[in-house]
């Protein structure tokens, strides 16, 4: 509104003309009433004392001058009905920068400031100003409150994408009027559209340039910033910066140097650009540009070629590059680990790699390079060696002109074959657990195979027409259940006896079967070194160990060649120069086995361990007689390596640790014919046992000699059958049962009745059953046994302590 409201211009706005007030110039009433209102909205809307001031002075010379006097109401209800001169109002509101209004009780608009009339066309007052409904709830609000407690204010408002602070407050000598102030339009406007500026593309294009950029608001707070900034002010994303604010993240020298806080003395200067987002208020919003300060006193191409004749001669791998990725310089310790010459490297790190490294390389470079001073690592591939991994280390620099990272390369190789021998190890171990599982389960099966099968021997005679086929039953049961010794001794759970032994003596009496068994195309030679010392082992073990390698040798020369056996002593140095990993440094006797053959390839070379692994063709080879060597070897305490090459041959390496202690004499004894024992008994036997084939067998085996037998499903059973006053010679226990197992069942009943003669039998090896037995005085049958094994171990077991 720019002129002073006339009659009928007051009706226009929602006025009454009947209402307009006749001033009477010695009323002082009415004076006063006016200037009071007039300074009211005056100060709201400036805040300024020196213009209050003065509006004061004019309302008074104004009223000072009216001659112009009109028939009123009475003295008493001039506070009513008397209205401020709007001319004088309507001129103080337009000395503010924001949208101001006045309205009555009515809601009517009857005063406006030309930024009000420009931004809600129509003449309509508050919360008529063409909002959505949401918005126009909130002025509603706002008024009503106003109304009640004299002032309220609103955050924001928005009206077709403008944005408003809004303040309401009562005004009048009888508060008739609502005073509306709509604040910061253009300001605001402005603000947002630079936050999209930094946050949109422009922003991510000044930070792969190096430019930082960020958005304050009046306060001081970040209201936004590109990648840029927020990486050289946390080192994380923006998350950490918004709403902070921007001196948190930067100092200031003495001599007036920016620096960013988070990088300390190390950190370079910035030179810091201010941009007010309004022109007319310095102190407004701004927007902050900053770049590495170029007035280092550096000369920074001369300064590059100083660091790159260094990173020549450091025999590291090492490359500068841009901040767009491209190679700047490469020392030939980094073309080398490439295997590619220095003069010859693509244009950028990602074309070295394979196509899934690519982006993280590239990812990793545009951080660095625009980031803080920092490092770190990643974990790469070459395209042309896609199975190894390496490490390329990336390092933000600064003051070398263009050159913005440090790359540097690692050779991993022996880190990562140490992670696969760790993992293969991992892998045997599991497959040991697993195999002595199923050896477990398959010796159940064979003990009532072979028990049966000898139980019908016993009512056949030899020459009778089922006699042959039963012996051929038993006889490949007897191979099934040597198959079931090779798992166990592959998972190290078969039962060992260990003596104290010269290897040369177990090489001198397995030799001559060794040679019946490698042919007459392949040459046996055999070697001793000085200074051997003895071992502690199990001599019968040692020997399957010597023949199924020599069988495996002998199977690589098809057309012949040389089986070499050694024995040397290898002391502390020896081993330590020698450099493999899983060899703990001691003293140790090799035994070496090496033959002349065609080789084993490299990638099977790490397989042939496993169990059921076999390069043999089908049906000539169980896959069991490496992994049954490496089970011995280990459960023997020692270690075993392999080494090969195609066409060359094959080397392993057996490495039993030195006996330390006294070495006993052997007793001299003399040799007697085998006496079979007379078997037959008498006495009351428990048998204990879970599957029903095998206790079947046993019962049947100890009643066919005279016992009287007894059976139980479990523990449990067995001291209900003891609680009921039942009294045994000698319990006969499998022992990992359900519900109560054998070594458990046998605590209790020593408990309640006394040494009791114990038998326990079971599919799993007795030294790895021992720790859980832990009972004194107890007898131990492997499975699988036959009907005259059962027979002996419970003879024995009852006439130990007769």
Not at 540 to 553: D, R, T
Not at 778 to 801: G, M, N, T
Request: aromatic share 6%; proline share 4%.
């Amino acid at each position: 509104m720019n002129k002073i409201p006339s009659p009928t211009d007051f009706q226009m706005l929602g006025g009454d003309v009947d209402a307009y007030p006749r001033l009477d110039f010695q009323k002082l009433g009415v004076v006063v009433l006016a200037t009071i209102l007039s300074l009211t909205i005056v100060w709201f809307s400036t805040e300024n004392i020196v213009l209050l001031g003065s509006c004061a002075a004019t309302i008074i010379a104004a009223v000072g001058l009216i001659h112009f006097f009109r028939s009123g109401p009475s003295v008493e209800n001039a506070s009513e009905l008397s209205v401020p001169d709007w001319s004088i109002t309507h001129a103080a509101t337009q000395m503010s920068n924001a949208a101001i209004a006045i309205s009555d009780r009515a809601g009517r608009l009857v005063c406006a400031n030309d930024h009000y009339t420009i931004a809600f066309p129509g003449l309509k007052a508050p919360p008529d100003l063409g909002v959505d409904d949401a918005n126009r709830a909130l002025l509603v609000a706002a008024g009503r409150a106003a109304w009640r407690d004299g002032s309220t204010d609103i955050a924001t408002i928005v009206q077709e994408g403008r944005t408003f602070r809004v303040k309401v407050a009562r005004a009048g000598m009888a508060d008739e009027y609502l005073l509306w102030h709509l604040a910061a339009v253009e300001e605001i406007a402005i603000e947002h559209r630079a936050i999209e500026v930094i946050t949109g593309r422009i922003g991510r294009a000044m930070s792969s340039s190096g430019v930082m950029a960020v958005a304050v608001s009046a306060d001081g707070a970040v209201r936004a910033a590109n990648a840029a900034f927020a990486l050289r002010a946390t080192g994380t994303d923006m998350e950490p910066i918004l709403g902070q604010l921007f001196a948190d993240f930067v100092r200031m020298d003495e001599k007036g140097s920016v620096y960013f806080e988070r990088e300390g003395r190390r950190g370079l200067p910035i030179r810091l650009l201010h941009v007010p987002l309004n022109e007319e208020n310095a102190e407004s919003a701004a927007l902050l540009l900053a770049v590495d300060e170029e007035g280092v006193k550096v000369d920074r191409g001369l300064a590059l070629a100083h660091v790159e004749q260094l990173l020549s001669t450091l025999p590291l791998g090492l490359a500068l590059v841009d901040r767009d990725g491209r190679f700047l310089f490469a020392n030939d310790a980094f073309a080398r680990v490439l295997d590619v010459q220095a003069d010859k490297l693509p244009p950028y790190p990602g074309d070295l790699v394979i196509n899934e490294d690519k982006g993280a390389v590239l990812d990793s470079i545009r951080r660095y390079g625009s980031g803080a001073v920092a490092s770190g690592d990643i974990a790469i591939r070459l395209k042309e060696r896609p199975e190894e991994v390496i490490a390329l280390s990336i390092a933000g620099v600064r003051g070398l002109g263009e050159a913005a990272v440090l790359l540097g390369l690692k050779d991993n190789s022996e880190e990562i074959t140490l992670k696969r021998q760790v993992a293969q190890q991992t892998k045997m171990e599991s497959i040991g657990q697993l195999a002595g599982g199923v050896a477990h389960d398959f010796n159940n099966i064979l003990t009532a195979i072979i028990g049966y099968c000898d139980l019908m021997l016993l009512r056949h005679q030899p020459g009778d027409s089922d006699y042959d086929d039963i012996q051929q039953i038993k006889n490949n049961s007897n191979r099934a259940a040597s198959l079931t010794r090779q798992l166990l001794a592959f998972s190290r759970q078969q039962t060992l006896r260990p003596q104290i032994l010269q290897l040369a003596n177990v090489v001198a009496d397995v030799s001559s079967l060794l040679k019946r068994l490698l042919g007459e195309t392949v040459r046996l030679e055999v070697h001793h070194g000085r200074g051997v010392g003895a071992v502690r082992a199990d001599p019968g073990q040692l020997e399957q160990v010597i023949i199924n390698l020599g069988v495996n040798a002998r199977d690589a020369m098809p057309k012949g060649g040389i089986v070499h056996i050694s024995t040397v002593a290898v002391s502390q140095s020896e081993v330590a120069a020698m450099g493999r990993e899983f060899l703990p440094i001691g003293d140790y006797v090799q035994l070496s086995v090496e033959d002349s053959g065609v080789g084993i390839p490299k990638e099977n070379l790490s397989k042939i361990f496993e169990p059921f692994f076999t390069t043999k063709e089908m049906g000539k080879g169980t896959g069991l007689g490496l992994s049954t060597v490496y089970g011995i070897v280990k459960q023997s305490g020692g270690f075993i390596f392999a080494d090969s090459q195609l066409q060359n041959g094959t080397r392993f390496d057996i490495f039993l640790p030195v006996h330390r202690g006294e070495i006993p004499t052997p007793e001299v004894t003399r040799r007697e014919l085998y006496k079979p024992k007379d078997l037959w008994g008498s006495g009351r036997i428990l048998i204990v046992e879970d599957e029903d084939m095998v206790r079947a067998v046993a019962e049947r085996a100890l009643v066919r000699q005279g016992y009287v037998v007894e059976t139980a499903n479990d523990g449990e059973q067995a001291l209900e059958l003891f609680a009921d006053g039942k009294r045994y010679d000698l319990v006969v226990s499998d022992v990992v049962m359900p519900n109560l197992d054998g070594p458990s069942m046998a605590r209790r009943l020593r408990e309640s009745y006394g040494d009791i003669r114990l038998l326990f039998i079971s599919g799993y090896a007795e030294e790895q059953l021992r720790e859980t037995i832990s009972l004194d005085n107890v007898a131990f049958l492997a499975k699988p046994f036959s009907v005259q094994q059962i027979a002996e171990a419970v003879h024995d077991a009852l006439a130990k302590d007769d």
